[in-house]
Each structure stands twice: as structure tokens, then as C-alpha cells.
């Protein structure tokens, strides 16, 4: 590193045995010293020449693999006061405890699911305050001031998710500084009051308001979630929590306006029973906030580094405070450190050791570089707000998987008026009876959940990874070698073997665009399942066809959206949250744009027409992962942000 900072912190010499709380990381120190450092601090009246507070500090960058130099404990400079310069001294502070700060990515799996489960159970709870609005509007639309159309009702939906796609932009910058903790004790915090404002608010304007903070508060539990998870795993391990999660929201938004319908059917009365559709969330939401305080731990890994380095620094102070300056340096020979100790000659040992002792001790303070590289708190803020825009409106890719997987999610939304309003229309059933559907967005939900995880595995598959014996041979540089020692002759394959020979060649594993080989066959699900719904849904035609349409256009809308996480943050790398952020702002925009539409749609296209017009705008979006999957390369060359991928 120039000047006084290096990214490798000194290797160093040994005082006695280390606390255990130290333990990870520490260099060791050379085996003479071992012996004659065990000995109590000595501060003796010869010349001290070592390190003071005078002395210059040397900043380094600490990572989590880097190794922790042992502090001096056993040279103590000599106090002012001559009282204090006593044969026994008091021992030295104590070291830190550095274990809760310990890499999130080497955690053990137990704590890893534990606040997987924690971030789950938070992302179904919002997911699910989202569509429990829908079923009870008529009632909501009479407890208000002057009685609002049933629109205007609707749009708390749009409000929630404008909360939803601007809070983020906001939030996550915080997030980056403050550590992920804080962020979601906040905002669990904001989404719970304003969960009870609903229950209460007598006005339009005042619901509104307050289902925008909802969605406000709940935006951190489903756009954050994804942070979280990218802090514990890696690329190659993060598919199946990510599948997990998003299955997590998904079941969600089909059990929120499942319960709502009911609640709204059988507690409807005059009494305001029915407001307990909000209370028993905000009673579910305490519940949650109660879990996140206790069990929830800090996953950044650059705020835990920031601490790491903080303590290190405070201890490093304490030690100096009492006398203790510098951490044992390696750089020396280990020779020359046993001489700096002891001179060479035991009778004369202490007045070297006081000459040489600058040879083996340096002040150190720590740095993490990402703090350095931080912007203000309002560039970052700035920053959040634009990028995903500039993104949104330069980069192909990211404008059109936005559209592709914002369409989905405004069919997500469509369904919390679609499916009473269908049942009710077309198989005069009860809002509660409609509400039950609803079930079958749970179930899409686990089995793309199931399919989401199994097509990862596939793709890991040995025989898909593995080069074809053809490909290695040519890909030799010595041609001489070719020439004489021609490869040999394949054997041939069964005809399971050409299969992986043809996808290793066709589709390899290693290509970036891989995670949409099977995109392009499960996205078509979502047009499949609407044109079922919309033809289906008829008087002569059992009701269990459109409910197995909506189970497969949820599987689709699932796996396209777990493409897109995934897809997003394979290639855009350290531009990832922005194309995320993009993305996110154009789901939610449109989500709560749908809700607004749904009831003219199926009214004046039909429940026919109005599932073909759906599933052909469906259709035709299908291409877009196809397109990447042939021509991913040529685009990706053309971006200033995905370039880099394909160069390393």
C-alpha cells in the first residue's frame, strides 16, 4: 500500500499465549521468543526506546481473512510517575471478544436459516398485508367519509406499492452504513403503527396516507431480503434461499386476500368486526418485530468489518493508555527479533531489550477500505435514486426484463380483484367461496418453489459441466502436438450421452446466460395458465380449470422473477442493487396500477377475451429470455456495466 498503508497487515512477533477471544487470525510468533516473553511486564528504569504516544501510526486495511498481529502485553512504557513504575504492574486490558463479527458468508448454516426463516416469515407477512385489503373494500368504502367509489378504495393498493417502490431508494443506502439491523427494526416498526392507522383512520385520504407508510415500512422485508441472503451465500449457493424466499412471497399474497375474504364474509357486520383484518396483522406484525429484536444479528459484512476494526482500534488505545504501545512486527528476522529481546546476553538482556525494542513493536490502527470509499450519506441517497433510472433507459437488458417480470407482477395484483369477481360473476358464488381460490396461488407458489430449487441442481449437474473430450483437445496451444499425437476418437455415446454433449455444447453451464436455459421453457406457464383461465372460466365448465390456470401462471410468475434476481445479480455484479432497484420500481408501479383496471377489463372485454388479451402480452414477453440466451454475449459487449463480466 502507499505511503503508511498496506493492505497486508504485519506478520509479527509473540508476547505470551493469546486470550482465546483472538484466536482467529493471529500470526504466530517465532518459538524462542515463546519462553522468554513469559515473563511479567518489565519496566525498567534503562532508556526506553521503543514505541510512545509520539510514535507515528501506521493504517492498515482489515479484511476478514486478514491475520491479526499480536499486541505488545509485555513491554510496558515507563509510567511518569514514579509509583507507577512497580516490579508488578497491573495486567493488561483484556482483549475483545471479535466473534460477533465473524464473516456472515463462514457462518454456520444453522444461523444462516435461522435468518433466512426470520427474513421468510417477514416477507410473507408483507406479501400477505398486500392482497389482504382487496377482499373487504365495500366495507372499508362504507366506513369512510363520504363514502368514496370503490376506486378511490382501490387505490390504498396503488399507494401501498408506491410506498413500496420509493422507500427502498431511500432505505438502502442506509442499510449500506448503518448494517441491515436497524433498517428493518424501523421500518418493522413503521410498518406495524400504520398497520394499527388503518384500523382506525375514518377518512380517504387518511387511509391513503397511511397504506403508503405500510407499504413504506414493508418494502424493506421484500426488497432487502435480498441483501441479506446475497450476505450469507455465494453466487453458486444463493439460488435455492432466493427460491425459497420468493416462494415466500408469493404464498403470501395468496393467503392475505384468502383470509381477508373470509374475515370479510363472516365478520361484516355493523359492529366494525371486520377492522379486525387489520388489527390481527398488526398483532402478527408485533409478533414479528418481537422475533427480528431477539434472534435477528447483523448480516453486512462491511458494517461487521467497520466494528471488527473499531474494537480492535478501542482495545489498541485501552493498551496504550495503561503502557502497552505497538503490536510485535514479523518484518525483522526472527534472529534479530530474539536479539532485540534479549541482546544476546542474559545479564545484559534488559537494557537491550530496551534499546532494540523499536526493531520489534509499530503502532497500528485499523481502516476498512469500504468505509473510505463510502460518498456522503446524500450522494449515496442521489446515487440510489438515479442509477436504477439511468440503468432503467440505457441498458436493453434491464429495460426489458423490467418490463417482462413488472407485467407478471401486475397479474399477481390483478388476481386480488379477478378472482371474486370472476367466481362471484360467472359461479354466483359468496365472496368467502371466491376467497378459497386463492389457494391455488399457495400452491403455484411451493411447487415453483420445488422447481426452482430442482433446476439449479440439474444445472450443476457433472455431465453438463464437464468439457467434451473434443473441446479439450482443440483448446491445446502446442499444434505441434496435434499434429503428431492426433486426439483420439471419442467412443461413442449412448443416447443419454449426446444429450449432455449437445447441451454442453449448445447451452454450457459456465455461460453467464445459463440461469435462463430453463426460463425459456417455465416463463411460458404464466401465458399458459391465463389463456386457461380466461377460457375456462364459464358456467359449463367445472371451476377447478381456471383454478389449475391460476396455479400454473403463479409457477410462471415465480420463476420469472427468480430469473431476473438471479440473472441481475450475476451479471451486473457491483451495479446488481441498482438493476434490482430498477426493476423493483417498475413491478411495484404496475402492481398497483392493475388493481385499478381489473373490474373494467373483465367487464367490458369478458372473462375470455380479457385472459387471451393477457396471455398474449404474456406470449409475446416470453421471448425476451431467448433472445439473451443466443445474442446474451453481443449485448452484454455493448454495456459499459455487463462488459466485464465476459472479460474475466
Known sequence: MEGTRDTHPPAVGHPPAADHRLEDGLSPAPAQLSSILSSPARTSTQTYTGPDATTDITHLYLTFTTPLPKPNTTIRHPSPSPQDNNLNPPPPPPPPDLTPYSNPLTWPNSRKYLLLTLSCIATWLT?????????????????????????????????????????????????????????????GVVFVVFQAVCGVVGTLEGMLVARFFVGAGASVFSTMVGGVIADMWDSKGRNTPMAVFSGSVLAGTGAGPLVGAVMAERMGGEDGGWKWIFWHQVVMGGVMMVLLVVFFRESRGSVLLSRKAGALNKWYGTLEAEGYFGVWDAGAPEDESLQAVCGGDEEKGSAAEQRHTAAGLKRIRWLVKEDEERASLGKMIATSVSRPFHLLFTEPVVFFFSLWVAFAWGILYLTFGSIPLVFQRVYGWSLEEAGYVFVALIIGAILATAIGIGQERILDHPKWADLPLEASSDSSDDSSNKTRNPPPTPAPYPPSGRIWVFLRRRFPASSPDSRLYFTCLTSTLLPIGLFIFGFTARPDTHWIAPAIGLVLATMGILLIYLAVFNYFADIYHMYASSALAAQSFCRNVLAGAFPLVTRPLFTNLGEA????????????????????????????????????LDKT
Open 127 to 187: 406479501a400477505y398485508t398486500a392482497g389482504s385489503y382487496s377482499p373487504p373494500q365495500h366495507l372499508i368504502q362504507a366506513s369512510l367519509a363520504g363514502n368514496p367509489s370503490t376506486e378511490a378504495v382501490l387505490t390504498g393498493i396503488t399507494t401501498f406499492c408506491m410506498g413500496f417502490a420509493l422507500a427502498p431508494m431511500v432505505l438502502a443506502p442506509l442499510s449500506e452504513m448503518n448494517g441491515r439491523y436497524p433498517v428493518f427494526v424501523v421500518a
Open 609 to 644: 377475451r380479457a385472459g387471451g388479451l393477457l396471455g398474449a402480452i404474456a406470449t409475446a414477453l416470453t421471448v425476451v429470455p431467448w433472445v439473451l440466451v443466443f445474442f446474451g454475449g453481443r449485448i452484454r459487449a455493448r454495456s459499459p456495466f455487463a462488459s466485464q
